[in-house]
């Protein structure tokens, strides 16, 4: 067994962001100097708008990407993973996200005693990185963001350090048929690393290797325990939170997703060990190929119902030679919607289009001492040469203007385009600030890109109309829209009353041919939508595709397909 100090540093390194997060609730100071502008050749111009002070201690990596190269997989997540920066973190309070005191949310399994047998191969494969500690076995059996527990916790928790221990232990799950539950940053939310049979927890954290940096293709080859912000780290030279593993595994976005894809579109190929221990190379590393069936995309957002991932190659992009960040408001949701639809329609290629509510605009102010417009507000992100940013933010200002649109200004001074995007990447913490002792119910819904308007505005009207305190953040462009649902989680009407807001929003969201899930995923969470999303043959079509596979049923049993359908 190993020492307990090796497991603590492990569990410090792979514990959520989230349990560790505290709220930041800084007052805020106005800058002295107001970079912001309005037109393309005014000077800056003071508008109301207030800002943190440049913090002296503040890690640099969070949302600056001032290396040539970007790895696109990271930029997909960039923008909404929105991590907060400890060193600003209040330690007098934590975040508490998920409803982690409701009863409702129990998934339910049946668990069988792991045979001494196996107990002796795991041991002989991970030696001292394997533990059956309890507290150990909790932590990795209780997910820290979401609403989500199962009647039981992983048996075993196994840390491997190479693909070759990798398939060894599923070799030894599959011949005793013990589940498995692959473990990366543990932040997704929908309940996807719960162990409701129990099992073994394969937790990725000690295979975080990058292997092979190719400037001159443009890829990087990394192990899947490495998280996207030491990766950034990484690449900016030549933090805690989700793993590339588990960000492949669930074919995560956010609000980069819009000009670079989502994970789908940002990996080359995938290394897995399958059900049976095999190792498979899921393509090369050509930029494109017609080479057979995409095992990659197959592979994608599989939730570890497939495989373990143990290497990732990712695309990589030239960071842009210039950038203008643009805000603005409206008197609507709606109209904000129509002008993110406008815009995309009208080719401009932005990188980042976000919408907040009115409502999370007053958090961000309560939170933040701010002092923005209540108003739905548009953030634009544009980048290129500088020429083509500013010609593209003079178009989109036009846009606006047609659209009910006011108060557009812009930012092209690197401290002031941070400013402007800290407000967004605050957001959610912000909500907090309006009722500190709630818990949050984070949605997701998406939808084709022209019902995206009217989605959001019959949720508004439905979120509004609600006692709940309810805030709407969007990534516009991808017709993909978050609300942050705060409820009392001692108050079981309150709960429920998130619910029914969520169901509302799904169903709606079916009905405009759209997806209960943009990028969160499936998990336990998500799967009573699944049929209705995708019709029966489809999810048979994946129960084929996972019997052939993994024909024990050992990988990550209970999450993405319906239990009805699967076995
Ligand atoms: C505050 C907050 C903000 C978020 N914002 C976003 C967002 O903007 N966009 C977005 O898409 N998601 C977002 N998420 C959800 C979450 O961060 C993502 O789902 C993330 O991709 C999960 O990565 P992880 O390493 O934490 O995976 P985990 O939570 O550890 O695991 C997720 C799933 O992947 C599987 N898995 C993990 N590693 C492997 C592996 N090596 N091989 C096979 N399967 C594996 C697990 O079994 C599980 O099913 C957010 C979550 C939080 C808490």
Known sequence: MASSSL????????????SSLKLNLKTSHSCSQNPIRNSIDSKPVSNGFYYHRHQANRSSFLFSWPSSLLPLALAVSAGSLSLCDS?????????????????????????????????DELKAICQDRLTMDYDERYFHGKPQNSFHKAVNIPDVVVFPRSEEEVSKIVKSCNKHKVPIIPYGGATSIEGHTLSPNGGVCIDMSLMKKVKALHVEDMDVVVEPGIGWIELNEYLERYGPGATIGGMCATRCSGSLAVRYGTMRDNVINLKVVLADGDVVKTASRARKSAAGYDLTRLLIGSEGTLGVITEVTLRLQKIPQYSVVAICNFPSVKDAADVAIATMLSGIQVSRVELLDEVQIRAINIANGKNLPETPTLMFEFIGTEAYSREQTLIVQKIVSEHNGSDFVFAEEPEAKKELWRIRKEALWACFAMQPNSEAMSTDVCVPLSHLAELISRSKQELDASPLVCTVIAHAGDGNFHTIILFDPTKEEQRQEAERLNH??????????GTCTGEHGVGTGKIKYLEKELGV???????????ALDPNDIMNPGKLIPPHICF
């Open 504 to 513: 509302f929003m799904v169903h709606t969201a079916l009905a405009m041919e």
């Open 87 to 119: 060193s600003e973190i209040d330690s007098s309070r934590v975040l508490s996200f998920g409803g982690k005191g409701s009863t409702d949310y129990v998934v339910k399994g049946s668990h069988k005693e792991v045979p001494q047998e196996f107990m």
């Open 537 to 547: 043959e489809a999810l048979k079509t994946m129960k084929r595709i996972k019997a």
């Open 7 to 18: 497991f603590s540093s492990l569990r410090s390194r792979s514990k959520s962001l989230l």
